[in-house]
């Protein structure tokens, strides 16, 4: 079987058509509050269940169960603060509050707390520094001082350029039962495919049904791949190396927090509520520079019994020359002037002059996709 | 809000108190409380998966599996 949603149920705060309605037709009624880009993301999110069992943003007896304990204070899993910030009070707790987005009301919000916390606690604890270089800690100091805790419905869907490839919790556990899958392996990537990623993958594939990508689309940083590069690019290598019957890829919108151990158990979590039974944990997974050791997030899962979801720890890939294929250091005896190690640094250098990589690096086919596209890269 | 109290208090026979305290040696768990907590987790996570799992109403699935097939993840 699938697995079960995180925290026993799927969690889903859409509303009636009739109850949106009549909530819009009030709009002027409600204390309007403007969020960024990355909270209305979490508010999609809880919306549809990819954070269940969460209803709303995080109340103080969560968060700060959620910073000492990785846990929610009824004892669930819980590794990263999903909170809403705000930087005057223009409410109540006891309102409901309208969430705006741009100028689009996106979910109505019932305040259940207002309250104050310390952000270099916040930061030292999520991230393990509070060194402003650290992108999450920079977010994290820049937060209004307020946090608001409470449900939330979603009222409208934000713009959403990639709806094809947008599915939710619900639309992928019934996927995944139509096409008989009981284990389901998750792979989070926001970056185009080599050859390394494929051999993890397959590796991982071995052992269960169906593979699920899950890209994760969303803000990016300047010289990432651009979102319809990754999918692209991923489009072309199921078309021609991957099993129809046993892979399916869906994107996920969700803003990184670079948090290491602790948000690769978050990202576990979302895949869990998605169905997957299992989910690959890369080398440095979700790190930033160099603040987290490279298999610090391994050893993490190893206090989460309850989790609910299989980690598949599988080492960082590359080609041997000796062994003639892609391998790992558990499995290939030969020396390291053998081994050749796919840099992405490299790949890109490669894509930008247009030098055609070599086939144990990137498929020639997702080369071809990729350097089709003007700039592939975020500028 | 108000501070509560996190931790509560239960017995078990001093026998088997002892013997955890042996097994955990250089393990990476610091306290007996620490290893007990663990396992009773892991033994309750491993009961509610037994659990029957949640089904959508015959509706509901039907509608998710036509979005599934315009969108061409389903035939
Ligand atoms: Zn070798």
């Known amino acids: 079987m699938v697995s079960k949603p995180h925290g026993g149920r799927l969690v889903r705060r859409l509303v009636a058509e009739r109850t949106r309605e009549r909530i819009l037709s009030e709009q002027k009624e409600y204390p309007h509050v403007q969020i960024e880009h990355?909270?209305?993301?979490?508010?999609?999110?809880?919306?549809?269940?990819?954070?269940?069992?969460?209803?709303?943003?995080?109340?103080?007896?969560?968060?700060?169960?959620?910073?000492?304990?990785?846990?929610?204070?009824?004892?669930?899993?819980?590794?990263?603060?999903?909170?809403?910030?705000?930087?005057?009070?223009?409410?109540?707790?006891?309102?409901?509050?309208?969430?705006?987005?741009?100028?689009?009301?996106?979910?109505?919000?019932?305040?259940?707390?207002?309250?104050?916390?310390?952000?270099?606690?916040?930061a030292v604890k999520v991230f393990k520094t509070d060194d402003l270089n650290h992108p999450g800690v920079a977010r994290v100091m820049n937060m209004g001082d307020y946090l608001v805790g409470g449900e939330i419905e979603?009222?409208?869907?934000?713009?959403?350029?990639?709806?094809?490839?947008?599915?939710?919790?619900?639309?992928?556990?019934?996927?995944?039962?139509?096409?008989?899958?009981?284990?389901?392996?998750?792979?989070?990537?926001?970056?185009?495919?080599?050859?390394?990623?494929?051999?993890?993958?397959?590796?991982?594939?071995?052992?269960?049904?169906?593979?699920?990508?899950?890209?994760?689309?969303?803000?990016?940083?300047?010289?990432?791949?651009?979102?319809?590069?990754?999918?692209?690019a991923y489009e072309t290598l199921f078309e021609h190396y991957y099993p129809k019957d046993a892979a399916t890829l869906a994107t996920v919108r969700y803003e990184m927090r670079y948090a290491g151990p602790r948000e690769a158990i978050h990202h576990a979590i979302m895949r869990k509520n998605f169905g997957a039974t299992h989910f690959i944990v890369g080398r440095d997974h979700a790190g930033v520079g160099d603040y987290y050791g490279p298999y610090e997030a391994?050893?993490?899962?190893?206090?989460?019994?309850?989790?609910?979801?299989?980690p598949m720890f599988i080492r960082e890939s590359f080609y041997c020359r000796k062994c003639g294929g892609m391998v790992n250091a558990k499995i290939c005896p030969h020396d390291k002037e053998f081994h050749v190690h796919i840099s992405g640094t490299k790949l890109r250098k490669m894509i930008m002059t247009g030098e055609q990589p070599p086939e144990y690096m990137?498929?020639?086919?997702?080369?071809?996709?990729?350097?089709?596209?003007?700039n592939p890269f975020v500028e | 809000m108000a501070e509560e109290k996190k931790y509560t208090t239960v017995s078990i026979p001093k026998p088997l108190y002892d013997k955890i305290k042996v097994r955990i040696e250089g393990t990476g768990f610091t306290s007996v409380s620490d290893y007990v907590t663990y396992v009773l987790r892991e033994v309750l996570a491993s009961l509610e998966e037994e659990e029957k799992e949640e089904v959508f109403t015959e509706e509901e699935e039907e509608k998710v599996k036509e979005r599934l097939r315009a969108l061409g993840y389903l035939d």
Not at chain 1, 211 to 229: C, H, M
């Open chain 1, 298 to 310: 391994w050893d993490l899962f190893g206090e989460f019994p309850d989790l609910g979801i299989t």
């Open chain 1, 154 to 232: 979603l009222l409208n869907e934000l713009p959403n350029p990639f709806a094809k490839y947008t599915l939710r919790p619900v639309e992928t556990r019934v996927l995944f039962k139509e096409r008989g899958w009981k284990t389901i392996v998750a792979f989070q990537t926001r970056n185009v495919p080599h050859l390394g990623h494929e051999y993890v993958q397959k590796a991982a594939l071995t052992f269960v049904d169906g593979l699920f990508i899950n890209p994760v689309l969303g803000r990016k940083k300047k010289g990432d791949y651009r979102d319809e590069v990754i999918i692209k």
């Open chain 1, 38 to 122: 990355g909270r209305a993301i979490d508010l999609e999110n809880i919306a549809h269940g990819v954070y269940s069992p969460l209803k709303g943003f995080l109340t103080s007896d969560d968060f700060e169960s959620v910073l000492d304990h990785m846990r929610l204070s009824d004892d669930t899993p819980w590794t990263i603060p999903i909170v809403l910030d705000v930087r005057e009070k223009t409410f109540d707790e006891g309102d409901a509050i309208l969430l705006y987005y741009d100028d689009l009301p996106i979910a109505r919000m019932h305040v259940e707390e207002i309250y104050t916390y310390d952000k270099r606690e916040f």
């Open chain 1, 362 to 374: 990137m498929r020639p086919e997702v080369f071809e996709v990729v350097r089709s596209f003007e």
